[in-house]
């Protein structure tokens, strides 16, 4: 039994790594973004320079699932302001370090490396998400490798409420930031918005605090927008 266990788990791993495969290709039409190898096998993320007074896993992940499945995430002990955040797979990683390394979270310049631990163990003090159905790749895959991108001033929201109101969003989300503009639309029936900050760090913060928060009952999802103007 054990064998036969063994022998499914590795059936599972090899079509998701197929499925992903198949996701990439139809995404960026066997061209990857500049900078992307594609051949990265490291899963696991260190990030370093993190606020401590205003950061925890779920911010982490907010920002992290961006750019693919997270499994866990775990802040280290001895090093209050570094975090191991481990990714569904090596391009996913890929993606998370080249567009996230630099950037501007808390007042603070995130450092984003390859661990070299290959993984994060199970443990109490490790947050798991690989269930999560806030993971944004579970589900049109495609679409989001191709939405990947660094953080952007512009944001864009779905699963609004229907009798959301431009004051409704300015007022869920201004304490993060100078709102510029707004602007909400309807997309095959559902609302969606467009939320232009001042800067790339304000809609990053209002990212990471506002994702999968709740407007009159509705978990909204916030990614960044690689739209200019509105």
């Not at 066997?30 to 990265?40: F, Q, R």
């Not at 499994?71 to 975090?83: C, E, G, Q, S």
């Not at 999968?212 to 927008?225: C, H, Q, V």
């Amino acid at each position: 039994m054990v064998k036969v266990a063994a022998y499914m788990h590795f059936i599972q791993v090899d079509l998701e790594q197929m499925s992903n495969a198949a996701a990439i290709a139809a995404a960026f039409d066997g061209g990857l973004p500049a900078g992307i190898s594609g051949t990265n096998d490291r899963c696991t993320l260190i990030v370093s320079n993190l606020n401590t007074d205003k950061i925890d896993e779920d911010k982490l992940f907010n920002l992290f699932s961006m750019y693919g499945n997270i499994v866990r995430i775990k802040f280290l002990h001895n090093k209050p302001d570094h975090a191991l955040i481990e990714m569904e797979d090596g391009f996913q990683a890929e993606l998370a370090v080249h567009f996230l390394k630099g950037a501007l979270l808390f007042d603070k310049r995130l450092e984003v490396n390859f661990s070299k631990h290959s993984n994060i163990t199970p443990a109490p003090d490790a947050h798991e998400y690989g269930g999560s159905n806030l993971n944004r790749f579970n589900r049109n895959a495609a679409k989001n490798y191709r939405h990947c991108c660094a953080p952007t001033k512009m944001l864009h929201i779905s699963t609004l409420p229907q009798e959301i109101t431009e004051d409704d969003l300015v007022s869920h989300l201004e304490e993060h930031g100078a709102i510029v503009n707004t602007k909400i639309f309807e997309v095959n029936g559902k609302k969606q918005a467009l939320v232009l900050f001042e800067n790339e760090e304000q809609a990053t913060g209002a990212l990471v605090c506002e994702h999968a928060s709740e407007i009159d009952g509705y978990t909204i999802r916030i990614s960044f927008s690689q739209l200019q103007n509105i």
